[in-house]
């Protein structure tokens, strides 16, 4: 898995040097060019320094994303599911099983990663565990021991479901972060319809709330 060299952008962005970014980290400043150069993978630990040494976030770092993802948090679930059903259709299997899951699926209890990839199969993607593990390419035994665990120490995974799913990195990294749609691969013009929609539900919920 190759990150998009987001690490050196959002470095050169916080005018630092490898060598000043070294020193705050602690390490050898070959880590730092190792991480830029895609000669080794980053750890998650080490993701999470980042995002606070260059102001930057997990989105920025390991996909090269140059716009910020779009905080879903105010949303409801219907809002969101249309959200989902607008633009990830090619990835949603309609199942009226999944559709009973989905009713005892609550969002606000979607703390830690495995519920988050709980969360992300059933109610976003609605699919099963098998569908999954296809998408991902690792077994069902690794989905599941991903929907048990607190955290996962994969950055690769974390890319990967990112990716599929759509939400950010920083969703699945850090479990405070409220739910993101990930800027990855989005136009300028779906972004801009995306944060519109997205800014009338917020408003409208407001309103009538």
């Known amino acids: ?46 993701v999470r320094r980042l995002t606070k040494y260059l102001d930057a976030t997990s989105d920025q770092l390991l996909l090269g994303c140059t716009k910020p993802p779009i905080d879903l948090s105010g949303l409801t679930e219907d809002q969101i599911e249309e959200i989902f059903s607008l633009f990830i259709t090619n990835l949603k299997k309609l199942n009226r099983h999944h559709r009973k899951i989905n009713m005892k699926t609550n969002r606000s209890t979607v703390r830690d990663f495995g519920s988050k990839v709980y969360y992300i199969r059933v109610r976003l993607l609605e699919i099963s565990q098998e569908e999954l593990s296809y998408k991902l390419n690792i077994s069902r035994t690794s989905v599941q021991s991903y929907e048990r665990s607190s955290e996962v120490d994969s950055v690769n995974r974390i890319i990967s479901l990112s990716k599929l799913s759509k939400v950010s990195t920083d969703y699945l990294i850090f479990n405070d972060c409220p739910l993101q749609l990930s800027s990855y691969e989005l136009d300028n013009e779906r972004y801009s319809i995306l944060k519109q929609l997205v800014q009338f539900y917020v408003k409208y919920n407001t309103i009538h709330n």
Request: proline share 0%; charged share 35%; no cysteine.
């Open 1 to 46: 898995m190759v990150i998009n060299n987001g690490i050196k952008d959002a470095r050169e962005k916080k005018m630092m040097t490898q060598n000043d970014l070294a020193k705050r980290m602690g390490v050898d400043v070959n880590v730092i060019k190792d991480w830029e150069e895609n000669n080794t993978m980053i750890s998650l630990k080490d």
